[in-house]
């Protein structure tokens, strides 16, 4: 893994994402190196030519530059992070998610935080201080052979479970976010997230980038447009029987 420390002339950034209005990403580039990750277009902003999940910039004066901003910036909804993982491993080491946290934390702006990582938990500190935050987690699959493929540096699906489950005890809100669809077993994972109150489910949209691998395992089937529309519709009817508000968005 290449890490370079990078200085940034923003933190955050206004976005078109609908429900947001700033997105924050203390980090370009990440290790998870999810194979069909639609973020590595930022390769094109960074000067990078290694693939991929192998190189990290952390923008290591990102709190300072956000707390400039926050003077100025308008109260809204801030998504953490769009174009990588805030709780990938190099967060560990350099808690760039967590001290950014601290700055929102202090002018209460509203925090949508998504992540694939239990690291999160680390924060439930700062979480529970927040008026208004959400947490997602990301669960593609309830295969962890699949994940292996498509997600191959990325926590176990056990632990984002887990996560979620540690997060609700703690009376902090949370989401599942089930997209992109891998090739799953909706009755698994609808039961795999017994007591989950908020499920985002999306498809595959990135194709052309994943078809080599779906097809290097013979998992040609689970890439149209048929099985996305059937698993969807699969998925939402039984969440809703349980009770559980679901989101399509395709």
């Known amino acids: 893994m290449k890490v370079r420390e990078v200085f940034a002339k923003t933190a955050l950034t206004r976005t078109a994402i609908s429900g947001f209005d700033y997105c924050l990403n203390p980090y370009v580039g990440c290790g998870h190196g999810c194979r069909y990750c639609y973020a590595n277009f930022m390769r094109r902003f960074t000067g990078h030519r290694e693939p991929w999940g192998t ?15 926050l003077l100025r910036a308008k109260p809204g909804v801030v998504a953490i992070s769009t174009v990588t993982d805030p709780y990938q491993p190099l967060e560990r080491r350099y808690g760039m998610t967590r001290k950014c946290l601290e700055i929102l934390l202090r002018y209460q702006f509203p925090v949508n935080i998504l992540t694939r990582s239990s690291l999160c938990l680390r924060d439930i500190d700062l979480f529970k201080r927040f008026e ?13 052979r699949v994940k292996k493929v ?39 994972l609808v039961k795999m997230l017994e007591g989950i109150g908020e499920v985002l489910i999306d498809r595959m949209n990135y194709q052309n980038r994943v078809k080599g691998l779906y097809h290097q395992y013979g998992l040609d089937t689970f890439l149209t447009d048929g ?11 039984r969440f809703e029987r349980k009770g559980v508000s679901v989101s399509m968005i395709f």
Do not use: C, M, W
């Not at 208004?132 to 962890?144: A, M, P, R, W």
């Open 227 to 237: 099985y996305f529309n059937s698993i969807g519709i699969d998925l939402k009817e």
């Open 150 to 188: 498509f997600e191959p540096y990325s926590p176990p699906i056990s632990s984002r479970i887990k996560a979620l489950e540690t997060l609700r005890q703690e009376n902090v809100k949370t989401y599942a976010f089930i997209g992109p669809i891998l090739p799953l077993d909706p009755e698994h």
């Open 55 to 69: 190189f990290v910039d952390v923008k290591v004066n990102a709190p300072s530059v956000l707390e400039r901003q």
């Open 132 to 144: 208004q935050i959400e947490v997602g987690l990301s669960i593609t699959t309830h295969d962890e």
